[in-house]
C-alpha cells in the first residue's frame, strides 16, 4: 500500500533551518511517475500548500511565503522527497505533510490535487 513517512521536523530558534524528508513506498516513484507536494497545517488553520515537485524534478513550483527561503527537491533513486526550510520564522509553525500528486507531470498548489498524505512531522519556530 501507499506510504508516506516524514521525518526532519523538530524545534528551531527563528533563523535556523530545517531538511524535511518524506520517504515514499508502495507505488511507483521516478521519472514519468508522480508530482510530490509539501504542506502545512498551522493549529486552528487550514492546510495551505508549500511546495511540489514533478516527478522528474525539473519543475518546481513554490508557495509565496516560502519563496527565496524553501527548496523542494527529490532523489528518486531513494524514493525520497525533501523540503530544505532556511531562515524560518515563528510563522512557519506548523504540522507540514507530504502527498502524492497527479501523474500530469504538473506540480499542483491545491490540496484537493493530492490522494495520499502522510501524518506529518511538527516544525516549531521559537523567537
Known amino acids: 500500500q501507499v506510504q508516506l513517512v516524514e521525518s526532519g521536523g523538530g524545534l528551531v530558534q527563528a533563523g535556523g533551518s530545517l531538511r524535511l524528508s518524506c520517504a515514499a513506498s508502495?507505488?511507483?516513484?521516478?521519472?514519468?511517475?508522480?508530482?510530490m507536494g509539501w504542506f502545512r497545517q498551522a493549529p486552528g488553520k487550514e492546510r495551505t500548500f508549500a511546495a511540489s515537485?514533478?516527478?522528474?524534478?525539473?519543475?518546481?513550483r513554490h508557495a509565496d511565503y516560502g519563496k527565496g527561503r524553501f527548496t523542494i527537491s527529490r532523489d528518486n533513486g531513494k524514493n525520497t522527497v525533501y523540503l530544505q526550510m532556511n531562515t524560518l520564522t515563528p510563522e512557519d509553525t506548523a504540522v507540514y505533510y507530504c502527498?502524492?500528486?497527479?501523474?500530469?507531470?504538473?506540480?499542483?498548489?491545491?490540496?484537493?490535487?493530492?490522494?495520499?498524505w502522510g501524518q506529518g512531522t511538527q516544525v516549531t519556530v521559537s523567537s
Open positions: 515537485i514533478n516527478s522528474r524534478g525539473g519543475i518546481a
Open positions: 508502495g507505488f511507483t516513484f521516478g521519472v514519468g511517475a508522480y508530482v
Open positions: 502527498a502524492r500528486g497527479g501523474r500530469l507531470g504538473i506540480p499542483d498548489a491545491s490540496p484537493a490535487a493530492y490522494d495520499y
